[in-house]
C-alpha cells in the first residue's frame, strides 16, 4: 500500500524525513517496500537573486552576474541566459551540486572569467512540461533567498510503501499507518473530521429500502444525498488521490475512494436513478447471469457470487465493484452511498474466479472490521459537506444483525517477560498497549487488555507479547537461550533417517536431484501406463502454471527418466542419480487431503547393469537395518523390461520395483542405452529399519567352511537356493557365499552350475567333522527335495 508521507503528516506531528520514518517503522514491525521520492536526485540547489548583470568582456553572448544565495559574500555565474533582469530570482545550482540524468556542477571559467555555479531552467531541474522552456526559471518576488529548491517548489515529496500482511487489515489506510506510526515514535495522531449536518429534505428509508437476504453480508449501511453537483475535486484531493495511485474521476468518485485510502473501508456509489425499484436487496447472482461491470466488460456470474440488486436486476458486484449503468455521471443529481461489509473469504474466491481484483476487493478479502463501516459513511458525509457537493439526506439504513465486539484478554506481565527474555515492567507495557489502542489496566502481576474490532490478529498471548516487543524495540530484545524443553537431539526419526539414506547414496556414488511435484498428465503415456491404471487418478491442481504443471505426480519414475533423459542430451557418458520425493495419491473423497509417501528414486545409465542397482539398494537395506528383505521377479510391469526386474519385499510386506526400464520407454525420453531405475517406499522402509548397533563379540570357536557345486535348473533364482541352505542350516551357518556360476558344454541345456562356500560355527564350542557332515547332508537333501539340485 502506497501512504503519501505528506497526507501521513496530517494525522501524526512527525519531525523526521521519510526514510527515517521508513526504517523506525520496518523496526516495529510495519514493513516497507520502499521510499518513492521525488527530486531526490536534486542536490545543492538554492534559490538566489541576481544583484548585478554586465556583459561578458570576450563573448558577446555572455554576460556575467552577481548572485545573492544567502551567504556572506554573492556568487558570480557566467550565463548565455537572456530572460533574466536585476533583482530576478532563480534557481542556483552551486559548486558540487547534482541535476536529474546525474549532471553535476562544478566551478570553472567560460571564456576566462571564474563562474561558481549554474542558473537552471525548469527543464535543467526536470519538471518541465511537454511544452518546450527557453531561458531561465523565474521565481515569485517574495521567494526567500537561499531555500533548497525541493523545498521551494515542493519537490521532496515522497511515498512509502508498505508491504501490508494479510491479518493487519487495519493497517490498509493511511490512519492505520498514522497509528502505528504514532506508537512507533512515541507521540498522539489525529483522526479526521467526522462531523456534518443533514440539509437534505426527507428521510432516506422513504427514498430506499434495504433488504439483505444472505449472511455473507455482514453489514450494510446507507445514507442519500440531494441535489448533487457533478465536478471535478479540489486540486489537493487529486494529489493525495494521485500519490497514492489512484485516479482521480469527480468530486463524488473520489470522495468515496479518500475514504477508502483513508479509513481502509470501501464505499460506493449508486446513482438514484438507477435505482429504479427503490429497493436494494443483497443477494447472490443467478447462474450464468451476465452482468457489465464500471470496467465495461460483460462477465458471466454464478450462484456463489454476492451482488447488489435493484429489486431483482444487479447492479454491482458486492465488495468487488459497481456496475456500469449504475455508476455517478456528469448530469448525477442524487446519489445513495453504500459502506459494507462482507465475508473475506468469499469476496477472495470470487474476485479471483472473475479475474477481477479491485481496491475494495483487496480489503474485504481481508476480513475488515464491520463497525468501520460507520466511520467510513460519516467521514464521507463530512466530506460532502466540505467540499460543498451536495445535501445530506437524514437518517441512516444500518443492517447489523452480529454485532462484533470488542474482546478482554488477561495476560501476565512476568509470563510476557519471561517469553520475551526482557525485564520490562507492567507500566511500560502498559504504556505500549495503549499507544495501539490496546486500552490496558493492571491487576497485580496481570494486563488486562481490551482489544478493539479492527486488531483481528490479537486472540492469544503470545500476540500481546509481539506487540509490547515491536513497541519496545525488537533490536533491543537481548539474545537468550531458547526456553523450551526440547532434548537433546531435535531431529525426529524420519529426518534421522533421511540423512542416513542420503549419506549412503552419496557413498554409493550417486548425486542427489530434485524434481518438481507438478507434472504434466503427459508423462502417464510417456512410461506406456495402461488408461485404466490407478496411477492416472491423480489431483489436479485448480490454477497450474500451465499444462506441464497441472497435476500432483503419482510416480517418481517420469521425473527420474526425465532428469538422466536431460543429461543424455548433454553427452554425459554415464549418470547415477537419486531423489527423496514424495507422490501424491488421491482419496475417493475429492474433499480430503491426498495420501503422501515418501519415495526413495534411484536412476542410473552408463558401464553399469542391473546387479550394480541392485548392489546399492542391499547396501541401503543392510545400512537401514531392515530385516527379511526379498526380491522376486517382476514381469508385469509396463515400464519395466520384463525378463531384468524385480520387486523388493520385507517380509509379506513390498517396498517397490528394481530393474531396467524398458526399451521402449527409454526411447520415449531420448536415451538410446539401458536405463536401471528403483523405486522404494521409505516409509515401509523405515517402519521396518532398525538402526541400533549392538556390541557383538569375536568369536571363540573356529569356523568349518564347506564347498558345494550344484546342477540346477536355469529357472531357479539364486534367492531361493540360499533360503534353503540357511533354513536347513539353521543357527550353524554363519555364511553363504556365492562364488561360481557357470553355463558351458559341460552342463546340460537349461542348467547351470552354482558353487557355495557355506561356513558353519556353533558359539559355544569347536565343532566335530561328524557334527558338520550331518548339517551339511540335511542342506543337500532339502536341495534336492525343494529345488531338485543336484551335487556336481
Request: hydrophobic letters at 35%; proline letters at 4%; charged letters at 30%.
Amino acid at each position: 500500500m502506497k501512504v503519501p508521507y505528506l497526507w501521513l503528516k496530517d494525522y501524526v506531528n512527525i519531525d523526521i524525513d521519510a526514510k527515517e520514518l521508513a526504517d523506525r517503522l520496518t523496526l516495529s514491525g510495519s514493513k516497507v517496500e520502499e521510499v518513492i521520492t521525488s527530486g531526490e536526485d536534486i542536490t545543492n540547489v538554492v534559490t538566489g537573486k541576481i544583484l548585478k548583470i554586465e556583459p561578458h568582456p570576450d563573448a558577446e553572448k555572455l554576460v556575467i552576474c552577481q548572485v545573492e544565495v544567502g551567504q556572506e559574500e554573492p556568487v558570480q555565474i557566467v550565463t548565455g541566459a537572456k530572460n533574466m533582469k536585476e533583482n530576478d530570482i532563480v534557481p542556483v545550482a552551486l559548486h558540487g551540486s547534482t541535476l536529474p540524468n546525474g549532471l553535476k556542477i562544478k566551478k570553472g571559467k567560460l571564456r576566462g572569467v571564474p563562474s561558481n555555479g549554474m542558473m537552471c531552467s525548469e527543464e535543467e531541474l526536470g519538471i518541465a512540461g511537454d511544452e518546450p522552456v527557453h531561458g531561465l526559471m523565474i521565481l515569485p518576488e517574495t521567494t526567500p533567498l537561499g531555500k533548497d529548491i525541493k523545498d521551494v517548489l515542493g519537490l521532496n515529496k515522497a511515498v512509502i510503501d508498505f508491504e501490508i500482511t494479510s491479518n493487519r487489515p487495519d493497517c490498509l489506510s493511511v490512519v492505520g499507518i498514522a497509528r502505528e506510526t504514532a506508537a512507533t515514535l512515541g507521540i498522539e495522531y489525529k483522526t479526521p473530521s467526522l462531523d456534518y449536518k443533514a440539509t437534505g429534505e426527507g428521510d432516506v428509508n422513504q427514498l430506499v429500502k434495504v433488504e439483505v437476504k444472505d449472511s455473507l453480508c455482514k453489514r450494510y449501511m446507507a445514507r442519500a444525498v440531494k441535489n448533487v453537483k457533478v465536478e471535478a475535486s479540489p486540486a489537493w484531493m487529486q494529489e493525495r488521490l494521485l500519490e497514492a495511485g489512484v485516479r482521480p474521476i469527480n468530486n463524488v468518485v473520489d470522495i468515496t475512494n479518500f475514504v477508502m485510502l483513508e479509513l481502509g473501508q470501501p464505499m460506493h456509489a449508486y446513482d438514484k436513478r438507477e435505482v429504479k425499484s427503490n429497493t436494494i436487496v443483497v443477494e447472490r447472482a443467478k447462474e450464468n447471469e451476465k452482468f457489465i461491470t464500471l470496467d465495461e466488460i460483460e462477465r458471466n456470474l454464478d450462484t456463489e457470487i454476492l451482488c447488489i440488486k435493484d429489486g431483482g436486476e444487479t447492479i454491482g458486484l458486492a465488495g468487488i465493484m459497481g456496475g456500469l449503468q449504475s455508476g455517478i455521471k456528469e448530469d448525477t443529481t442524487d446519489i445513495i452511498f453504500e459502506s459494507a461489509s462482507f465475508d473475506g473469504t468469499n469476496i477472495r474466491v470470487n474476485s479471483k474466479k472473475l479475474n477481477l481484483r479491485s481496491e475494495a476487493s483487496s480489503r474485504f478479502e481481508k476480513d475488515i472490521d464491520p463497525n468501520l463501516a460507520a466511520v467510513a459513511l460519516d467521514r464521507a458525509c463530512a466530506l460532502i459537506k466540505e467540499l460543498k457537493v451536495g445535501e445530506i439526506v437524514n437518517g441512516t439504513i444500518d443492517i447489523y444483525n452480529d454485532k462484533k465486539e470488542p474482546h478482554t484478554m488477561k495476560v501476565s506481565g512476568s509470563w510476557i517477560n519471561k517469553f520475551l527474555g526482557t525485564t520490562i515492567s507492567n507500566e511500560e507495557m502498559k504504556e505500549y498497549l495503549d499507544r495501539l489502542e490496546l486500552k490496558t489496566t493492571i491487576e497485580n502481576d496481570d494486563l488486562i487488555i481490551a482489544v478493539p474490532t479492527f486488531r483481528i490478529d490479537i486472540a492469544i498471548k503470545e500476540d500481546i507479547a509481539e506487540e509490547v516487543a515491536r513497541i519496545y524495540g525488537y533490536n533491543k530484545v537481548p539474545m537468550t537461550v531458547i526456553g523450551a524443553n526440547s532434548p537433546k537431539d531435535a531431529k525426529n526419526k524420519k529426518l534421522k533417517l533421511d540423512d542416513l539414506v542420503i549419506n549412503t547414496m552419496i557413498s554409493s556414488g550417486l548425486n542427489q536431484s530434485i524434481s518438481y511435484s507438478f507434472v504434466s498428465p503427459k508423462v502417464f503415456d510417456m512410461i506406456n501406463l495402461p488408461q485404466d491404471s490407478d496411477l492416472r487418478k491423480v489431483v489436479k491442481i485448480k490454477n497450474p502454471l500451465g499444462e506441464d504443471y497441472s497435476i500432483m505426480r503419482t510416480s517418481t519414475l517420469p521425473s527420474m527418466l526425465e532428469c538422466l533423459g536431460r543429461n543424455y542430451s548433454r553427452s554425459n557418458e554415464f549418470a547415477s542419480l537419486f531423489e527423496l520425493g514424495k507422490v501424491y495419491i488421491p482419496k475417493e473423497d475429492e474433499n480430503q487431503l491426498p495420501n503422501e509417501k515418501n519415495i526413495l528414486t534411484i536412476g542410473l545409465y552408463g558401464d553399469v547393469d542391473y546387479l550394480d542397482l541392485k548392489g546399492v539398494v542391499e547396501n541401503l537395506i543392510e545400512v537401514l537395518g531392515v530385516k527379511n528383505p526379498s526380491f522376486k521377479r517382476q514381469s508385469d510391469n509396463v515400464s519395466y523390461h520384463p525378463g531384468k526386474t524385480a520387486d523388493l519385499y520385507v517380509g509379506k510386506e513390498r517396498v517397490g520395483v528394481l530393474g531396467e526400464i524398458h526399451p521402449d520407454v527409454a526411447d520415449n525420453y531420448g536415451i538410446d542405452t539401458s536405463v536401471y531405475v528403483a523405486e522404494l517406499d521409505l516409509d515401509v522402509l523405515y517402519s521396518n529399519s532398525n538402526t541400533l548397533k549392538k556390541y557383538r563379540p569375536l568369536p571363540k570357536y573356529p569356523a568349518v567352511t564347506r564347498d558345494i557345486a550344484l546342477l540346477v535348473e536355469d529357472a531357479i533364482l539364486v534367492q531361493e537356493i540360499e533360503e534353503t541352505i540357511r533354513k536347513a542350516g539353521g543357527n550353524l551357518v554363519e555364511t553363504v557365499k556365492l562364488f561360481d556360476v557357470y553355463k558351458g558344454k559341460q552342463i546340460p541345456e537349461g542348467k547351470k552350475s552354482i558353487a557355495y562356500a557355506i561356513s558353519y560355527r556353533d558359539e559355544n564350542k569347536t565343532l566335530t567333522d561328524n557334527e558338520v557332515n550331518k548339517v551339511h547332508d540335511k542342506i543337500l537333501r532339502s536341495l534336492e527335495y525343494k529345488l531338485g539340485a543336484q551335487l556336481r
